[in-house]
């Protein structure tokens, strides 16, 4: 009986009877981070980290949650688990379990940049890998995110001399956040989606610093708008809502912004190609930091990722997860944005 296994609720650790990001209903649940792909209601306990636990309970309501540190050992009948750094979203964590000297590592969603938000990622020694490939193919490459930055302040004060006022989208956690430390708040003031300033509240309280911004209400005259930012999430952009800051400049900031497709299909002015998952080189980095010689693919690229991985000399397999990384962004499906990705590359 192997460790860890795969079945129709998720990723599961037998003999301790624990299931890690489960996407259907559990007695124990351990928990990578609070995206909802990976942190679903539904279970009757949840294990996850001091950091990511106020966004889950904010996200889930009423749950059992208990939270641990980053290192912190919790045993279950002999298996050692720990929580370790992803670097995906402040909270992320890679779940490591050990068992009489075998040791998978579950990834959860990650990236190796540190982006001065979320706690940097540390590689975890150990034989067996779970890992998602949102980006899994050669096509992504991400410039540096001072560059990136660079370009999105650009673009600001650039609107900002028009009268235009900047709209700037991505999602609610862990995006979001990451915008708004980049943004240079010398330019302007900063507006938020309510769904935004909702997260946004809940991680000031538990000691995230994030710069001041203002919730987009009715109550605010939009001539105040002009010049200044307004981020939201992808949802809000063609509904009325966003109708009520006059002349704007829409852009938007993800991985996906590597194909002229999805931005095309976002209506957006500018993309930013700007990611909390790794791109190819990231990948295939953190693989190898790792040691591993069994890979698990549960999301994104995964027949090409494991294809790949395959030719490199490794044990890697694909697997069916309810995991979407970033496809729940784009609005693409999965097959669509692979063959527009293999065509740019």
Same mark, same amino acid.
């Given at each position: 009986?192997?460790?860890?296994e ?16 489960? +996407? ?7 928990i ?15 294990l ?21 540190? &980053? ?9 050692? #688990?720990?929580f ?13 379990v050990? &068992? ?5 590592? !579950? ?21 067996? #890998?779970?890992?998602?490939?949102t ?13 990136? #930055? ?11 001399e ?12 862990? /995006?979001?956040?990451? $915008? ?10 900063? &507006? ?30 939009? /001539? ?16 009325? +809502? ?10 938007? !900031? ?10 095309r299909?976002r209506?957006?002015?500018?993309? #930013? ?9 990231? $990948? ?13 693919v ?8 494991s ?39």
């Amino acid at each position: 009986m192997a460790l860890l296994e795969f079945n129709d609720r998720g990723i599961y650790c037998p003999r301790a009877d624990v299931y890690i990001d489960p +996407w259907q209903p559990v007695d124990r649940a351990l928990i990578t981070h609070g995206h909802a792909d990976h942190s679903r209601w539904g279970h009757k306990s949840y294990l996850a980290t001091h950091s990511a636990g106020p966004v889950i309970k904010y996200r889930l309501g009423d749950i059992k949650l208990q939270t641990v540190g &980053y290192g912190e050992v919790t045993t279950v009948n002999g298996v050692k #688990f720990s929580f370790h750094p992803a670097g995906h979203i402040v909270g992320s964590a890679q779940i490591r379990v050990e &068992y009489k000297g075998e040791i998978w590592v !579950a990834s959860g969603d990650y990236k190796l940049e540190d982006d001065g938000l979320s706690e940097a990622y540390e590689p975890v020694r150990c034989q067996h #890998f779970i890992t998602e490939s949102t980006f899994g193919l050669p096509v992504y490459r991400w410039a540096p995110q001072e560059a990136i #930055f660079a370009d999105i302040n650009d673009w600001w004060r650039m609107n900002k001399e028009a009268g235009k006022v900047s709209v700037l989208t991505g999602y609610a956690l862990g /995006k979001a956040q990451r $915008l708004l430390m980049g943004l240079d708040t010398s330019i302007g003031d900063i &507006y938020t989606h309510g769904a935004i300033e909702n997260t946004n509240e809940v991680m000031r309280a538990q000691g995230v610093p994030l710069p001041d911004t203002i919730r987009v209400t009715r109550e605010i005259d939009k /001539k105040i708008y002009p010049g200044n930012m307004v981020v939201c999430t992808p949802g809000a952009v063609g509904g009325p +809502w966003i109708k009520k800051f006059g002349q704007f400049s829409l852009g938007a !900031a993800s991985g996906w912004m590597t194909l002229r497709g999805a931005r095309r299909r976002r209506g957006a002015d500018r993309g #930013f190609v700007l990611s909390d998952h790794c791109d190819w080189p990231m $990948l295939l980095e953190a693989i190898d930091l790792t040691g591993a010689d069994n890979i698990y693919v549960t999301h994104g690229y995964t027949a090409l990722f494991s294809k790949h991985l395959r030719s490199l000399g490794l044990n890697a397999v694909e697997l069916e997860t309810e995991y979407e990384g970033e496809l729940a962004e784009v609005e693409i499906k999965p097959e669509a944005a692979a063959e527009e990705a293999t065509q740019a590359g």
